[in-house]
Nanobody
Framework: QVHLVESGGGLVQAGGSLRLSCAAS????????MGWFRQAPGQEREFVAA????????YYADSVKGRFTISRDNAKSTVYLQMNRLKPEDTAVYYC????????????????????WGQGTRGTVSS
């Protein structure tokens, strides 16, 4: 498994932006696709975005498409989530995760496909 540490959460007004970071260590970062998930109070964890090993392929939940951008820097073993035009319903704890399959060719949106999770960072959007 890989050790993941998220940062960048905070409080922002609706329409504002946050940039989340997730630093990885413990295994070769570039061998694995990465994903972001979130969990709002009282709700189940849901998929947000995923990115392939090279960064060439990305996949987004419909609810964030056009507002959020996932990216990665393999040299820094870090994955990012740029969140723009935030809405109160984006309020959640955001988790990054590493895909369990090395050298995978696809990006996946199911939590069961990921075997390493960070501790989460909270993003709160006020109306």
């Amino acid at each position: 498994q890989v050790h993941l540490v998220e940062s960048g959460g905070g409080l922002v007004q609706a329409g504002g932006s946050l940039r989340l970071s997730c630093a990885a260590s413990g295994r070769t970062f570039s061998r694995y696709a990465m994903g972001w998930f979130r969990q709002a109070p009282g709700q189940e964890r849901e998929f947000v975005a995923a990115i392939s090993r090279s960064g060439g392929n990305t996949y987004y939940a419909d609810s964030v498409k056009g507002r959020f951008t996932i990216s990665r820097d393999n040299a820094k073993s870090t994955v990012y989530l740029q969140m723009n035009r935030l809405k109160p319903e984006d309020t959640a704890v955001y988790y990054c995760a590493a895909d369990k399959a090395p050298l995978g060719a696809v990006v996946r949106g199911t939590a069961g496909c990921y075997d390493s999770w960070g501790q989460g960072t909270r993003g709160t959007v006020s109306s």
